[in-house]
């Protein structure tokens, strides 16, 4: 039986990267950058007007109040390009170029204007610079703003938009098929009849997937017949980059999935790992050079055991720069109990409390088939074996899901 992190290692270690791709900036969101993204102008463009107002020269309002005269107007847009002289002012609009020879907006607050709008008196000095900001003040032509690796959210696509990324070099989506091993399941459109009950792993793990960035196939379901399965793998793994399984991976005389993998001629890399739920997890490649994981059949295992392993190769495969859940510290909001031999991920639920600390709730559940319970949990405690019990306020390691 191999540790988390030994296994994590041998997951990053045997995941190679795909390629990549050019996408129209509009499908983009979610992708993994495949290149640096560099500023192709100064941000502002141009000194630029934070206010509406007027700009002027600070030096002739300092003995406010002022009258100065109007001489033109510099609109986001349209701006005014002539010199601004002593004892003018210029109309102006946020999102405006400052004309050259203005220091200074005073905003329209501050002012009223005169004779018909050819004279503006402002009320009050206003600061060397104020409400200006220079042009390349936020970002200078040729930096890089987003590197290779970030998974583009909702701001970046701002960014990509401002620098005239209309195309974006991303990594392609690695293309995973799905599927669940039991003779128990039904399909999500059929009442289980005696003795069966519904497949909710094909779905859990569809959407994990997706949230790794994963194009998904999901397959019929297999029940546990070892041949059956081997095909339905051997199919998939021509198709796909990665093939997930649920069930199957026990000890049961129904346990098929070892012997199909054995069969198909997979290199097994592991299939015990030191953790609670998710100790009978399988990585391997199949001889084509598809991935596979078989997961443990219990539908929390399967959340705990793909967010660890399958996540972290599905983003290797797109090169992003971080595929391991990061390790946060939070206390515990009450006392756990861990396992003797093995590390346990027990979930919880995340808050801060009002110095800024982040607690862990441990949710009261049922072990490792409750996936209710699961269905509120924001991150997993971590109890490393032989911990024993761990007391409330204790600092753990926790791992936010997403
Ligand atoms: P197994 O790992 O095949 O022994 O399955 C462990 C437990 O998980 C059993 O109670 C199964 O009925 C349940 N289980 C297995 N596959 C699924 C699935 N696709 N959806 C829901 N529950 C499942
Ligand atoms: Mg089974």
Redesign the pocket.
Known sequence: MISVAEALQIVRQETKTLGNERVELKDVLGRVLAEDIVADSDLPPFDRAQMDGYAVRAEDVKDAPARLRIVGESAAGRGWHEQLEEGQAVRIMTGAPVPAGADSVQQVELTHELKDGTVVELLESVELGRSIVKRGAEITAGEVVLTAGTTINAAMMAVLAAFGYAAVRVAARPRVAVL???T??VPVNQKPGQDQ??????YSISAYAQLAGAVVEQLPLTG?ETSLLKSQIAGASERCDMVIT?????M?V??VTKSALKELGAEIFFERVSLRPGK?TVFARLPNGALFFGL????V??AVTFNLFARTALLAMQSAADPVLKKETAALAKSVKGTTDRDAYLPAQLTTNDDGQLIAFPLKWGGS?D?VAFAATAALVIVPAGSGTIEAASLVNVLRLN
């Open positions: 669940a091993t039991g128990e399941l009950i519904r497949d909710s792993n094909n546990d649920s069930g199957g991976v026990s049961g129904y346990d009978p443990p059949g219990n539908p295992s399967v088939s996936f």
